[in-house]
């Protein structure tokens, strides 16, 4: 499952498919975390964190001791800006071997980063080289007429920052919240999930369970 844990990113990329930026953008409240941490313990081992950029997060540190406490794999990417987060996740990574791995994305859109950040990155073998020839056309990319690919931004389930639960990163279906959800397991493909829009049950009565 991913999380995503903020829509506000400290790089402004060109390609960016969720159009995040450092201007603007909503963090994930304590909450709303620990009940994604509740529904993730149901269905999943593993939870990715995301953003926006996940460091950019003020309770990020918190977040990834508590989602290792509870028992959860944790991955997650990042652009690598915040020297300071980026060391502390390598001593996270060496303390928590085989639980916790952090990968960085690197292409051409994205900004030079610390030098001995990257150099960690490469030495770790953990970075994740973008193309331009393979650039998904949501978001960013597709207004800025950069987008080469019609597919998913995000193919596993999906919690945004106010706890609703989305049955992929298009954001298109939503399931439910983190107060409860109604898994599909027998779609064919992302663009025909909004098929299945009849056969969930209305969000109004997610948002009417987590107020009760």
């Not at 406490?69 to 020297?83: H, Q």
């Not at 994740?128 to 389930?157: F, H, P, Q, W």
């Not at 409860?180 to 098929?195: H, I, M, P, R, T």
Request: net charge negative; charged share 25%.
């Amino acid at each position: 499952m991913y999380l995503q844990l903020t829509t506000r990113c400290n790089m402004r990329c060109d390609h960016c498919g969720l159009n995040c930026s450092p201007d603007k953008g909503k963090h994930m409240d304590d909450w709303t975390f620990t009940k994604a941490l509740e529904l993730c313990s149901g269905y999943s081992e593993t939870i990715t964190f995301g953003g926006g950029e996940p460091t950019c997060h003020p309770r990020f540190k918190d977040y990834v001791q508590r989602a290792l406490d509870y028992g959860f794999n944790v991955w997650m990417a990042t652009n690598g800006k915040k020297k300071t987060s980026m060391w502390w996740l390598f001593d996270q990574i060496d303390l928590n071997e085989g639980k916790l791995s952090v990968d960085l994305s690197l292409d051409s859109f994205h900004e030079r980063i610390d030098p001995d950040v990257r150099a960690e990155f490469v030495r770790r073998k953990r970075c994740r080289y973008g193309s331009d020839a393979n650039v998904l056309n949501v978001g960013r990319a597709k207004k800025n007429g950069i987008g080469t690919m019609d597919d998913c931004i995000c193919e596993t389930t999906f919690i945004d920052p106010d706890g609703k639960v989305w049955q992929c990163g298009c954001q298109k279906v939503q399931i439910g919240t983190v107060w409860g959800v109604e898994f599909l397991d027998d779609y064919a493909s992302c663009s025909e999930k909004a098929d299945y829009n009849q056969r969930l049950l209305p969000a109004s009565d997610y948002e009417l369970q987590a107020s009760l």
